[in-house]
């Protein structure tokens, strides 16, 4: 008796993305996102400098620290959507990835969604950034060179 079964190849080895080129996509990422989000940050500031000059000493600081909390927000959300937007497209990579022929893929090689990229970005930017680089320093010792946000979202980072 013949059975009709389908075999699913499924890749065992990748050609991960070095330590090294991922630092120099996150760079050009920095400044991708960086030069925009410094624009609003001066737009926000002659604002906020224009406002403080009629307001008391306590409200100065009031609006000082809500300054800097909308500038911190926008930082980490234009971030967060940045890579979150780039890595789930086709593409699969962020302009900087692209540039250093990289891209971000699930566990079984295929594209991830933008779900899985905005939690492995968020991930990324508030815990293995924020944690003196200890999400990015761990890919220097695991096999598939994970950081601790792709190990948290079950992605890698690979040769295109």
Known sequence: METNSTVFATPTSFNYATVGS?????LIDGLIVGIPVSIIFVVLGLG???????ASSSMNIAAIMAGYSSMFFIIYAAQILYYSYFESSAS???????AMGIKVISLSGERISF????????????ISGAICLIGYIVALFTEKKQGLHDMVASTLVVKS
């Open 48 to 54: 906020t400098a224009a406002s403080l000059s009629n």
């Open 115 to 126: 779900a899985n990229a905005l939690g492995r970005n968020a991930f990324k930017v508030l």
């Open 92 to 98: 699969q990579a962020s302009l900087g990835k692209r």
């Open 22 to 26: 991922r630092f120099v996509a996150l």
